[in-house]
């Protein structure tokens, strides 16, 4: 299983950004009946940190208190993609993103990722003030 991040960039405090998070199959042809998609966040000297995460199906969605009512996850099956639409940014959402996917129930993540089964590289997100 593969996990392709993009989106990321650089942009000024209440912008918006949008992040993709591309899942295919590994040469194994394994699939990816029941994993949920999500994204976790990691600043500069600091710990990872859980964002969002969607269902396999869509739906049901988890979401940091930090960035409720900003953020918004959502899921194209048809493209085995997760999208998080990031609105009214600020400057302490800097960090590097990573796209995660994982089996168990949303409400079972760990909040630092810890266990995850599969992880995309980061994309940089970076909020100016």
């Known amino acids: 299983v593969q996990l392709q991040a993009s989106g990321g960039g650089l942009v000024q405090a209440g912008g918006s950004l949008r992040l993709s998070c591309a899942a295919s199959?590994?040469?194994?042809?394994?699939?990816?009946?029941?994993?949920?998609l999500g994204w976790f966040r990691q600043a500069p000297g600091k710990e990872r940190e859980f964002v969002a995460a969607?269902?396999?199906?869509?739906?049901?969605?988890n979401y940091a208190d930090s960035v409720k009512g900003r953020f918004t996850i959502s899921k194209d099956n048809a493209q085995n993609t997760a999208y998080l639409q990031m609105n009214s940014l600020k400057p302490e959402d800097t960090a590097v993103y990573y796209c995660?996917?994982?089996?168990?129930?949303?409400?079972?993540?760990?909040?630092?990722?810890?266990?995850?089964?599969?992880w995309g590289k980061g994309t940089q997100v970076t909020v100016s003030s």
């Open positions: 199959a590994s040469t194994s042809g394994r699939t990816f009946t029941r994993y949920g």
């Open positions: 969607i269902s396999f199906s869509g739906s049901s969605t």
């Open positions: 995660a996917a994982d089996p168990l129930p949303l409400n079972r993540w760990s909040p630092s990722g810890y266990g995850m089964d599969y």
